[in-house]
């Protein structure tokens, strides 16, 4: 599967521009991730693109968040397909496995609370945060308390990334195509 045939898929499933621009943030988190592990940056890339591209047409249903994809899709890959069902593990009680499954969960989490740090800044720009200010925002719960924080700090125990790395890793990504996400 090539890039642009997930583009295709991502926009012929969600219609929502902030949806599309979280799964952009987590599309480029994941190349981050997949350089820092040596791993391939498309496979890891396009999996955080359309790791939501169910997302509106499982609304209210949260247990189909994750595999609804693939029953209108039947073209994506196995390893991508996994991951992507894994990465709502709570409610689709398809488990994590690989590093790309863990992967997908924990920056799902933080892509959103790093989005919410930077409209809090007084230019609404990426460029403007620091890994201390999003360390600091992610140990207040009640700020972008829809963020799984549990899921975040697994990215010591299931990626074997300390946190503060994690964090770098996915602002400098998003910092790259902050023009994209309008941030």
């Not at 799984?148 to 790395?165: A, F, N, T, V």
Request: aromatic share 6%; charged share 30%.
């Amino acid at each position: 599967m090539t890039r642009d045939q997930a583009w295709e898929i991502l926009n012929k499933h969600l219609k929502n521009d902030k949806l599309i621009k979280h799964c952009l943030a987590a599309e480029a988190t994941m190349r981050g991730l997949a350089r820092y592990f040596g791993e391939d940056q498309e496979v890891w890339g396009i999996t955080g693109l359309l790791h939501d591209a169910d997302y509106e047409k499982s609304k209210g249903h949260p247990e189909k968040h994750g595999l609804l994809l693939f029953e209108l899709e039947k073209d994506i890959p196995d390893d991508i397909k996994h991951a992507i069902q894994s990465h709502n593990y709570d409610d689709t009680n398809v488990m994590p496995e690989t590093k790309m499954d863990w992967a997908i969960t924990c920056c799902d989490q933080l892509t959103g609370l790093i989005v919410a740090c930077a409209l809090v800044t007084p230019n609404r720009k990426l460029s403007e945060l620091t890994n201390d200010f999003i360390i600091k925002k992610l140990k207040e719960v009640k700020f972008a308390a829809g963020a799984d924080r549990s899921k975040i700090y697994m990215c010591e125990e299931k990626l074997g990334i300390p946190l503060i790395e994690f964090v770098t890793i996915a602002l400098t990504s998003m910092q790259e195509i902050s023009d994209q996400l309008g941030l």
